[in-house]
């Protein structure tokens, strides 16, 4: 018997093909997810369910291109100081819709200068029904306490 391209079967074929590639995304992500609470790169934050990156984590991941880090602070302390590679996108301004919609898959990490701002956006993201990003352990601060790089007239 042979198969026509437009064969209910195969369409049902097909759409199960995407369940299950979902599924193995989501299951590596939990893998992942898994292994790295169990070797302490990450913490979890019960409130929102978050993740919490240590600087040289997130270090390794920008290198790799694996993640997205936003700054939620302001323009002028951006301006001041900023993690090279960190797209500003202030608290004030922050659409959770709209990151998720610019960065896909990618994940997001949110950093300020010590971590209640980025807090704040991880509930703006949770009340909105959306997945709650990672957030860099203690911020900006975090970051210069592991000797990493930083830009801008204050570095």
Not at 45 to 59: G, H, K, R, V
Not at 63 to 92: C, K, M, N, Q, T
Request: net charge negative; with cysteine; hydrophobic share 45%.
């Amino acid at each position: 018997m042979l198969l026509r391209p437009a064969s209910p079967l195969i369409g049902r074929t097909f759409a199960a093909l995407f369940r299950y590639r979902r599924y193995l995304y989501k299951m590596a992500a939990w893998r992942f997810a898994l292994f790295t609470i169990a070797t302490g790169m990450l913490e979890t934050s019960a409130e929102w369910n978050t993740f919490e990156i240590d600087a040289p984590t997130l270090a390794h991941w920008m290198r790799h291109g694996e993640v997205v880090l936003i700054d939620v602070r302001e323009p002028e302390e951006h301006h001041e100081e900023h993690i090279p590679g960190a797209i500003l996108v202030p608290l004030s301004s922050l659409d959770p819709c709209l990151l998720e919609d610019c960065f896909g898959r990618r994940t997001i990490v949110l950093h300020c200068l010590a971590g209640s701002r980025a807090e704040k956006a991880v509930a703006m993201f949770a009340n909105s029904g959306h997945a709650p990003p990672a957030t860099l352990r203690d911020g900006l601060l975090g970051w210069q306490s592991a000797g990493l790089p930083t830009e801008g007239h204050g570095a």
